[in-house]
Structures are given as C-alpha cells and as structure tokens.
C-alpha cells in the first residue's frame, strides 16, 4: 500500500507554501496526501493580507479523514488560534499519531499567522506531543530564550544548548525518555560560502539519555527577493519519509537532499517573489513518457501477460547521467495481471523501483547508454526460443556462484551481475538471466537504451515464444 500522510495547515492561493506545497512534496516523494485546513489566507509571495481560521470546519475535515484512512504521520503548519490548537492536540492524542511541527508563527513576509501569544500555548501543550520539530533561527530564539545575532559555525555549543532546551520541551517534565524525537534548527548560521542546518536528535539507552548532533551544510545562494514556502517543504518533506519507513535521522537527511534539490530552482513570480519549483524536469517527464510507452505497448494485449513473474514486473528508465536510486523511474507496486492483462499497480515515479534500479545503475558502470531494464518469467523454453528465433544476445548468469559476501547485500548482487556478464562478453547483452537459487526466483532481465528499443526486444521475444 502506497504510504499516507496528512497535512493539518492553512492555505495559500499562490500554492507556493501552506496545504497546496505539502500536497505538492508528498506527491514528489511519493506519499498520498490528505489534508485538513486550518485558515484561508489572502497572500501573494511578496505580501500578506490576512487570514480566515476555519477552527469551526476543523475538527470536522480531521473526523472524516481519520475515522476513514490508516494515517499515523502528520505534519502541522499554521495553527491559527486556540481553537485549532485544542482540535489539533485532541486529535493526535485520539489517533496516536506522528506528528511533525513547522512551529511558524509568521509568513515569509513577516505578519503574524496566528493570535498574539498563542506560541507560549502551542509550546506548552503541543511541544510533548511531537516527534520531530523545525524551527527557523528566530523561532528557536524565541523558544530556546537565547539571542541569536550572526552565527557562525564557530557558535556550534551555543546552537547545541539551544536545540537542547528546545528538544527537552518536547518531552513531559522535559525528561527525555525512550521516545525518540528530533528538532532541527533551520538556517542555524553561517560559513563563508555555506549555510548550515543543526539536527539533534535524542536517544534513550537503558536509564542513560544522550543527545547526537550534526551540521548539514548547503550551498549558500545570493537570491533577489522573498523565497516562499521554504519551510512548509521542509517539514512536509520529513514526514513523507517518516511515512515511508526511514528512521528519524535517515528521514531527515533524505528530506535535507530533497530541499536542496529543490532549493537550486525556482519559478519566479512579478515583483521579486518567489517559489521553490516542485515539478518534474524535462528529462524526467521524457523518461516517464517513455516509460509509460513501453507500459501502453504490453498493457493492450493478454499476450504479454505470460511474461509476468511472481514477483511482478516492472519497467525502470533511467536519466542518461543516473547515479543513485532516486534518478531512476519505475511503476509504483510493478505490474501484475487483471483480467488477463498486465495491470500496473501504481503510478510511475521516480525513486520507487529497486531491483530494476540496482540493475540500470550496475549497469550504467560499463555501458552509459543503458537506460531501461524490465524483469521477465523465466522458462527454459523461452530461452531456447528467444536464441533460435531472434538476434537478441543472452547471456546466463549462475547465481550458485556468487561469493558468500556478495549474497548479503542486494545491490553486490545486481553489480556482480553485471561483471560477470562483462568479464565474459565484454559487453551489456540484450537478456541476462539466471535459474535462481534458494529464495531466489529464476529471472529474465531484458535491457534496452530506450522506449522504441525495449519495445522491439519485447516483440521479438513475445513472438519467439508463440513459435514454440
């Protein structure tokens, strides 16, 4: 099941931040969004008019939701009044839930988005209910009562005892127990060419409690204007990975590379306005096209549904410069059969495929142009059919041989994969494939450089196999 996560915040007309950017980040990561929301505002990126609280509409959206859906992770932007705060607290409390707190009390611009003091309410009653917190400089000012005037890396034990006091309020009696939780400081200071951020993150080892500290730097940027919805991206962008597995620390680095990717792309808005760019890339779209080319060619015909192994199919295609999982698409769930057909269980995105990804990048090491792989059934009379009546090159791959180090580790296993193939062939064949070992199903691996290719090696064996 794709992994959920709901978004508790106001709403922003420019989509640029507030419930339309948290939507838009757990989309990009890969999550399904649900929201409830707390306020209307009358914003552009460059001013802020005011805001309506739908405190009254509140706690109705979050009894529909809840009371429906499997949702434990949350993330919490803009608490207008006391109102919203109790529904807030109450519902977190009655669905146990994960919650993930951007405590912003004012927009980018600097207005006020929730009443006079209700900060000093959200820490008292909110605070212990959270897991992971993301405060901006100056709300960590305010909540950590220090001042914060020009910091540096050399500041890091002034920054480490505010993130101290701010993670201990997190905690009931502000104790720190076995509950992990995090808080991470944003924009925490400066180096000359960088910007860093301060994650601390606790632990709880038998009747000892220990705080783990790192700076994540990022490339400090000369940028013209306000830059919109920072924040709410951030935060929505832990909580997808939370929602997707990953432990605290993990989800808060892969959210740290997810903004910074981001954060290099803007679209631009009249009047020095800005917003962080959350859609795909011409590349990317030219890959899911193809990838959705190749799906449309077998998903028309029952014919190709013999091709389907237990594991499922999928089809991975990858940017020509691929280096790490997330530069690979794939189809969300793979590809099972319904009514005969191949059916694809989900949506093509990218960073959701495995196996197939392992397989690309491994691959990619000896041969660029390799770009697609799809996963196959294996059938020793396919094998002879495919070598009798195509051109296509195949290669066999005995698995038994692996050493036992590399049997460990799924990716050793796809790089050994390909060595072996190289080491005898010298090249990337058409098919590599092998008949399995134990827990292992016997697999067909079929590589191509694009749509159009995979498609014709798809024909060939498809019509190999009806010859038989």
Known sequence: MKPFCLTIAGSDPTSGAGIQADIRTFDRIGVHPFSAITAITYQTATDFYGYKSLSEELSKQLDAILNSYPIKFV???????????DIIKDTILT????????????SSVGERLSSEGL?????????????????????????????????????????????EIIIRKMYVDHKIS???????????????????????????EKTKSTLDFKI?????????GNIHGTGCIFSSAITGFLAKGYPISLAIEKAEAFFDSRFQKFIELPINGKVLDLTLSEPKIEVINQIKEVYTYISKSKKFSVLIPEVRMNISGSLQ????????????GRITIIDGYPQASGEIKFGVSDHTARLILSAKEFDISINFVTNLKYNPDWIKAIQNSTDLDLQEIIRDNQPSEIKKEEFSTMQWLIKES??????????????????????????????????????????AIQKQ
Not at 97 to 102: E, F, G, Q, R
Not at 126 to 146: C, G, I, M, Q, R
Not at 321 to 332: N, P
Request: hydrophobic share 40%; glycine share 6%; charged share 30%.
């Open 75 to 85: 993330k919490i932007g803009m608490i207008p009044d006391n109102k919203s705060l």
């Open 95 to 106: 669905h146990n839930l994960i919650a993930i707190l951007d405590p912003v009390n004012t």
């Open 119 to 163: 900060e000093l309410e959200i820490e008292r009653e909110l605070f212990p209910l959270v897991t992971v917190l993301t405060p901006n400089l100056d709300e960590a000012s305010y909540y950590a009562n220090k001042e914060f005037k020009n910091i540096t890396s050399d500041d890091f034990g002034y920054l480490k005892d505010a993130a």
């Open 178 to 204: 076995e509950i992990q939780k995090a808080v991470v400081i944003k924009s925490a200071g400066t180096t000359k060419n960088k910007v860093f951020d301060l994650v601390c993150v606790s632990n709880f």
């Open 216 to 224: 994540i730097e990022k490339p400090k940027l000369s940028v013209q």
């Open 321 to 332: 410069s691929a280096t790490t999982k997330e530069d690979i698409a794939g189809i969300e």
């Open 422 to 463: 190289i080491e005898r062939s010298g090249k990337i064949p058409d098919i590599i494939w092998d008949k399995g070992a134990m827990g292992k199903e016997p697999i067909i691996r079929l590589f191509g450089k694009n749509s159009k290719n995979m498609i014709e090696k798809l024909e060939k064996i498809i019509t």
